[in-house]
């Protein structure tokens, strides 16, 4: 997965995805967040649920351990390692959702630069990422050491030859169950590794180059550029 992704809708839009009737404890506002270029580092609205209650915050994407000083900040985790490998160690139990409206990879087509694609659901309803991160909470005060990861995934079908790893997208309940502090972390680790949304379920397409400058955003950066092509079909479109 490349470092690039839309987050536009307004948190409701994003609760209403989820399907979750829990009380919401929103410090994110209600606007919608109008983030078309989002890139590392970007502050983006992130889910978390404690106890009974559903918290939305403004988190920075891209997170690594007190003393991992050595290395920039990884923005995404692979579900073969995140579970166990001693990076993420300290935030594997902290689970959370980010919730998109799309996200980017390049292709290279052969022309002097890559081509960009953009990769939406289908019915352009919000994607539900799996992530895990540190952030406020009940035991956490706001830190500057906050910041989160999405967990990726082989790609399969279609989608490999856009890019050869992607979120793992869950459906609304197993987003839910994922959230619950309740749920094992065993069951956890078995939802992200096997239970990502199919290929069947998005559809992709060229957009312009000037993606490719996080100074450009707006809603014009998502418009397509050539013919939409779906999960049950081979090629770029």
Same mark, same amino acid.
């Given at each position: 997965?490349?470092?690039?992704?839309? =987050?536009?809708?307004?948190?409701?839009? @994003?609760?209403?995805?989820?399907?979750? &009737? *829990?009380?919401l404890v929103n410090s994110t506002g209600e606007q919608p967040f109008q983030r078309y270029n989002a890139a590392p580092t970007t502050q983006l609205a992130l @889910?978390? =649920?404690?106890? +009974?209650?559903? %918290?939305?915050?403004?988190?920075?994407?891209?997170?690594? &351990?007190?003393?991992?000083?050595?290395?920039?900040?990884?923005?995404?985790?692979?579900? +073969?390692?995140?579970?166990?490998?001693?990076? #993420?160690?300290?935030?594997?139990?902290?689970?959370?959702?980010?919730?998109?409206?799309?996200?980017? +990879?390049?292709?290279?087509?052969?022309?002097?630069?890559?081509?960009?694609?953009? !990769?939406? %659901?289908?019915?352009?309803?919000?994607?539900?990422?799996?992530?895990?991160?540190?952030?406020?909470?009940?035991?956490?005060?706001?830190? +500057?050491?906050?910041? #989160?990861?999405?967990?990726?995934?082989?790609?399969?079908?279609?989608?490999?030859?856009?890019?050869?790893?992607?979120?793992?997208?869950?459906?609304?309940?197993?987003?839910?169950?994922?959230?619950?502090?309740?749920?094992?972390?065993?069951?956890?680790? =078995?939802?992200?590794?096997?239970?990502?949304?199919?290929?069947?379920? #998005?559809?992709?397409?060229?957009?312009?180059?000037? !993606?490719? *400058?996080?100074?450009?955003?707006?809603?014009?950066?998502?418009?397509?550029?050539?013919?939409?092509?779906?999960?049950?079909?081979?090629? *770029?479109?």
């Amino acid at each position: 997965m490349c470092g690039r992704l839309s =987050q536009y809708s307004g948190i409701h839009d @994003f609760v209403a995805a989820l399907s979750m &009737p *829990n009380a919401l404890v929103n410090s994110t506002g209600e606007q919608p967040f109008q983030r078309y270029n989002a890139a590392p580092t970007t502050q983006l609205a992130l @889910f978390h =649920q404690e106890n +009974e209650y559903l %918290h939305a915050d403004m988190v920075r994407w891209g997170w690594r &351990p007190h003393w991992a000083k050595d290395r920039a900040a990884p923005i995404n985790s692979r579900v +073969e390692k995140v579970a166990h490998g001693p990076f #993420f160690r300290a935030i594997w139990p902290n689970r959370a959702i980010i919730a998109i409206n799309n996200w980017f +990879e390049w292709v290279d087509e052969g022309g002097p630069k890559k081509q960009p694609y953009l !990769i939406r %659901h289908r019915d352009q309803s919000p994607i539900l990422c799996a992530a895990i991160g540190q952030y406020p909470n009940a035991d956490h005060e706001p830190s +500057e050491h906050d910041g #989160f990861v999405i967990i990726t995934a082989d790609s399969a079908g279609g989608m490999v030859d856009i890019h050869d790893r992607r979120p793992v997208a869950l459906s609304a309940d197993f987003a839910r169950e994922w959230l619950n502090p309740a749920t094992p972390k065993e069951r956890a680790e =078995q939802m992200v590794m096997h239970q990502g949304e199919p290929t069947e379920t #998005f559809e992709w397409f060229k957009v312009d180059p000037a !993606i490719g *400058n996080v100074r450009n955003s707006g809603p014009e950066l998502i418009q397509p550029k050539g013919k939409i092509t779906g999960g049950d079909y081979k090629g *770029n479109g």
